[in-house]
């Protein structure tokens, strides 16, 4: 069974840092490009980060650049996003999928919460 099982999230002050990884497992994702998605409640779900195989070709969403960074580990299987400055607005329940996104990969998600 191919999975994708994001963890790492949890409650954090304004201004704190958490990191995401994101476990795959049933295949390889190592030419795929991933990315992290997150959505809100009463938000539909939308593209944070990406990164290509090469780790070459990154992108951010605007809201997150300079705050966020995408990483990989093709032979881990692994995709991580390490958040700082972590913001209000930033709390969601955080995705990691192929680009474009394959319904038959999305997990849970784990939840972000950014509140004092």
């Known amino acids: 069974q191919v999975q994708l099982v994001e963890s790492g999230g949890g409650l954090v002050q304004p201004g704190g840092s958490l990191r995401l990884s994101c476990a795959a497992s049933g295949r390889s994702f190592s030419t795929y490009i991933m990315g992290w998605y997150r959505q809100a409640p009463g938000k539909e779900r939308g593209r944070v980060a990406s990164i290509d195989w090469t780790k070459r070709d990154i992108v951010y969403a605007d809201s997150v650049k300079g705050r966020f960074t995408i990483s990989r580990d093709r032979a881990q299987n692994m995709l991580s996003l390490q958040m700082n400055t972590l913001k209000p607005e930033d709390t969601a329940n955080y995705y990691c999928?192929?680009?474009?996104?394959?319904?038959?990969?999305w997990g849970q998600g784990t939840q972000v919460t950014v509140s004092s």
């Open positions: 999928n192929t680009i474009p996104a394959r319904n038959k990969y």
